[in-house]
Every structure is written in C-alpha cells, then in structure tokens.
C-alpha cells in the first residue's frame, strides 16, 4: 500500500443519489489533491488543498463538492452526477504543495453513474 | 489543462529490450515527473527531475531534460514483463501552477516474455 487510502473501491451510482468519496493519507503530507482520470484522456486535476486551505478549483461543476477537514483526510462529495461523470477518481498527497514534492497516489475510486 | 505529450502511444517490446518514451511540453517549467500506472490501479512516482537538471537515475530507469527543447525522455532498460504498465509525465508549470501536477495522456508499454 502506498500509504494513500481511498474507499470504497467501486461506487456505482443513479443520477439522482448523493455519495461521498473518501481518502485518508498517514504519511504526515499537508496537501491533497483530487484529479478525475477518463479513458483514453489526461488526468484532470480537480481540486487542491493545501493545510487544509482550497487553493485550486479547476473549474470543476458544483455537483462535485470537496471537504477537508484536516489534512490527512480529504472527502468528494456527489450528488446528481451525469453519466459522463463514470471515471477514476484518484486521491494524491504531498509533503506540502510546492514545485518540488512527488505525489503519492491511493489506487482509486471507479465510479459508474447509471 | 494537458502540459505533456508522451510518445510513442503505445510500445511493445520483449523482455530484455530497453524502452525509451518522450514527452514534450509547452511552457516554462519547475519540474517534470515520471509516474507509472498498473492497469485500473493509482500512479506510483518514479522520478523527479528539476529544470536544472539534465539527466537523472533510479535503478534502471534514466531519466533526461531538455529544457530548451522542451521535453524529456523516459528509458527503461533491460525491460521485464512487471514493467508493463502506462507511463506519464507530468510537469509542474513554472509561471502560475506552483506544485499543481498537469499530465500528459500517457504511453502504454507492454513488455512481452
């Protein structure tokens, strides 16, 4: 494990339900990210947290709401997805944001909305 | 938005055989990472290389940049079948995207036995 954790694994959804994606890091990092990676296409980063402050929304629709309540934990709220929203959802840390830090990845929620 | 293009897109090559990828980027740059992703499982950071820098070694894996060329390139050597996987750059943009990763769409390397 890399020390990244995310739950559930799998998620499948209708469009109207409300859901929430969870990641949890032990490895003492102060900043969180969430990208979105789709088949065949870049990952896009979604949201950046850094000591617990939001300091990226990438223009992301308000359908996806991010909670960070401290900074080993890091939660995506969903509620009336679209079915072009089916994705992996991927949780990173690092030590701190900054242009020297590695991320270290969780291995992912597969979402299907249906 | 995308920073990096990898390519090739996809690569096939036998066990034993090095692997070299590219990527190419478009604007000024902090740093440029590797990552590798196992089929449907997250991305493991492989290696680091500041803007500075011009090549870079983990095990055997070489990384070079070349900043005025905008781009780098990924070389895998003596391949094994465990290095099957897809293979991204991502590059942290030196002008307003301070440690906020943007990746390429990836190379696919498949190592065959």
């Known amino acids: 494990e890399t020390g990244v954790t995310q739950t559930p694994r799998h998620l499948v959804m209708g469009m109207t339900n409300k859901k929430s994606l969870k990641c949890e890091q032990h490895?003492?990092?102060?900043?969180m990210y969430w990208y979105k990676q789709s088949a065949k296409k870049p990952l896009e980063l979604m949201f950046v947290?850094?000591?617990?402050?939001?300091?990226e929304n990438n223009s992301v629709p308000s359908r996806f709401s991010p909670e960070c309540p401290n900074s080993s934990h890091l939660f995506l709220h969903l509620h009336t997805l679209q079915p072009e929203d089916s994705a992996l959802y991927l949780c990173a840390s690092s030590q701190e944001q900054g242009p020297y830090f590695g991320y270290t990845f969780g291995s992912g929620t597969r979402l299907t909305v249906v | 938005s995308q920073q990096g293009e990898e390519d090739p897109q996809a690569l096939s090559i036998q066990e034993g055989e090095n692997a070299t990828m590219n990527c190419s980027y478009k604007t000024s740059i902090n740093n440029l990472q590797w990552y590798r992703q196992n089929s449907g499982r997250g991305l493991v950071h492989l290696i680091l290389i500041r803007s500075n820098e011009r090549e870079k070694h983990s095990g055997r894996l070489r990384v070079t940049l070349d900043t005025s060329k905008k781009s780098s390139s990924l070389l895998i050597t003596a391949s094994r079948a465990a290095d099957t996987a897809s293979y991204f750059c991502a590059t942290d943009e030196a002008a307003d995207s301070w440690g906020k990763l943007q990746f390429g769409a990836g190379t696919q390397v498949v190592v065959t036995p």
């Open positions: 490895l003492g990092h102060n900043a």
């Open positions: 947290y850094n000591f617990k402050e939001q300091t």
